[in-house]
């Protein structure tokens, strides 16, 4: 199975939750700026004079496309790298993935996900090893 | 006859470079304060005032302001179309240099006068109005006060007003219009339900940067010639900008943060505040017009916010009353020892001056109020003043000038 975890969180946390997944072998994502806020609302900034607020606050959505049996150990690295403890350190979703087609070589599913090197074939590696 | 000075042409001719670039400088001042889809339009209303303004300034313009006194209330058509204004000096007007060099310099005052004002229309004014409403209003409002305080028999000139370089003809005119405009012109859609946030700060700073360099021009060339004069105006005029800035910068973290948007205007309210004084008044003067200048406006602009007057950049509250402060301040701080041409103010024991400054800023402040209300309604009835609610949501950029500021 394949599953797309898309995490939003604050953006200036996006180069530490990056090299975080890399530190796991996570090597493909993409992101997206976004604009929104949850249950705490906008944040007040300083105007011309006092102060005005803001109800769209800037967040990063990153999209990752990977297998079933990484995707804890996905979502736990995002969780520790993007964490402020504050409000508004975000949410992650994840869904499940109908189809993956490689545009190059036209692979589908799984193996158009899996590379030499990348999480996948490492666990692949590490699973077999264990059997 | 009078002699040429190179020096003094010199100077005025750097100086009119100086005051032109103040437009360009204060169309990005307040572009950088609009939303992104209403950038182009706003700076628009600033550069294309340039264009307009030289071209009513040369025609009619100029001679309405510094022609033969009619009663003291509008200059003759002795110079219409700049005839009889040419490479020899006027000794009623700057006797060292060249006529046409003294016209050309106070062209881009007319000019910046009313593109001023544009602060109070952005983000929902229909461009064919605003060009109407800029030459109607430099003609009616602009050049008449410009005879009264500065032109040879102006009657508040003649009653002994001191103006160094347009706290009055200028801030005044511009900020109390901007008020009358916005009246007429009504709010923004969404206005103080929506949060309507500055674009592009940066541009705003490198706005204020060159209008802080511009204005040296702009009250040292008042001096009308290269001398102590217009060093002292240069100096006070940079006391005063300093001194507000700084003093903006406290109040604005004394409610939350030093606001970079706070510290610039700052700037642009001590130079308004200065500019009647520049050539009057003391450094030392110019730190106490500069720093009382910032509470001035920074106190005016949340008066206004709490009237749910959407004058949308704030002219009233930073050329207006910085300008009624600094047209005030001249009745107190103004010495003969800066300028033996000037008069004493208040402080230096000449209590009269400082009524003969609220005077005619009572009489400024009600005539540019007035005829700019009533052009206001002609218009609105005649054309309108807004675009249709749905082109102010599209944006003007896009609506008005089918462009836009970024791809």
Redesign the interface.
């Known amino acids: 199975m394949t599953k797309k975890i898309e995490a939003i969180f604050r953006e200036e946390k996006l180069h530490m939750v990056k090299e975080a997944l890399y530190g796991i072998g996570i090597i493909g994502m993409n992101v997206i700026e976004v604009r929104g806020h949850g249950r705490q609302g906008g944040v007040e900034l300083a105007g011309r004079t006092g102060t005005y607020r803001v109800d769209f606050l800037p967040r990063v959505q990153l999209n990752i496309i990977l297998s079933d049996h990484n995707v804890e150990k996905t979502i736990e690295t995002i969780q520790q790298a993007a964490q402020t403890g504050n409000i508004g350190d975000g949410l992650i979703f994840v869904y499940p993935v109908e189809e993956v087609i490689r545009i190059r070589t036209s692979e589908h599913g799984h193996d158009a996900l899996t590379y030499e090197g990348d999480i996948d074939t490492r666990e692949e590696v590490r699973l077999q090893a264990a059997d | 006859m009078n002699e040429i000075n190179t020096g003094d042409t010199a100077w005025i001719l750097i100086a009119t470079a100086l005051v032109m670039m103040m437009t360009p400088a204060l169309a990005f001042f307040y572009g950088g304060m609009v939303r992104k889809k209403n950038l182009l339009s706003t700076i628009n209303l600033s550069f294309i005032t340039v264009g307009l303004i030289s071209l009513q300034w040369v025609l009619i313009g100029y001679t309405l302001a510094f022609g033969k006194s009619q009663g003291g209330l509008i200059g003759g058509l002795d110079f219409l179309g700049l005839s009889n204004v040419g490479a020899e000096p006027n000794a009623d007007s700057a006797p060292t240099i060249p006529h046409l060099a003294f016209s050309a310099y106070q062209m881009m005052f007319a000019i910046i006068t009313p593109a001023l004002i544009s602060g109070a229309f952005v983000e929902r004014v229909r461009f064919k109005t605003f060009l109407i409403f800029t030459v109607l209003w430099a003609t009616f409002v602009y050049d008449p006060v410009a005879h009264w305080v500065w032109g040879v028999g102006g009657v508040l000139r003649g009653l002994g007003a001191l103006d160094f370089a347009g706290g009055t003809v200028v801030h005044i005119t511009a900020g109390f219009s901007a008020l009358a405009f916005a009246m007429v012109l009504g709010k923004r859609k969404w206005f103080g339900q929506a949060?309507m946030?500055p674009s592009n700060i940066p541009l705003t700073v490198l706005g204020a940067g060159l209008l802080w360099m511009g204005w040296f021009g702009f009250n040292g060339g008042s001096a009308l010639a290269a001398n102590g004069l217009a060093v002292n105006a240069v100096v006070t005029t940079n006391t005063a900008a300093a001194a507000a800035a700084v003093a903006w910068m406290f109040?604005?973290w004394r409610?939350?943060?030093?606001?970079v948007?706070?510290i610039v205007?700052g700037a642009v309210v001590g130079l308004v505040a200065i500019t009647p004084a520049a050539g009057f008044v003391t450094p030392l003067a110019a730190i106490v017009i500069g720093g009382l200048a910032a509470p001035i406006s920074?106190?005016a602009?949340?008066l206004r916010?709490k009237w749910g007057l959407d004058e949308s950049l704030?002219v009233w509250a930073c050329h207006g009353m910085g300008g009624t402060w600094g047209a005030l301040a001249t009745g107190l701080f103004a010495t003969k020892l800066v300028n033996p041409a000037g008069a004493d103010g208040l402080f230096y024991g000449n209590p009269g001056q400082f009524v003969i400054q609220t005077l005619t800023v009572v009489i400024v402040i009600a005539f540019a109020f007035g005829v700019t209300y009533v052009l206001a309604k002609l218009l609105n009835r005649w054309i309108g003043l807004r675009v249709t609610e749905n082109e102010e949501e599209v944006g003007l950029d896009i609506s008005e000038h089918g462009e836009r500021a970024y791809a």
Do not use: C, H, N
């Open positions: 949060p946030e109040l604005s409610d939350k943060k030093p606001s948007l706070g205007t920074y106190y602009i949340q916010q704030d």
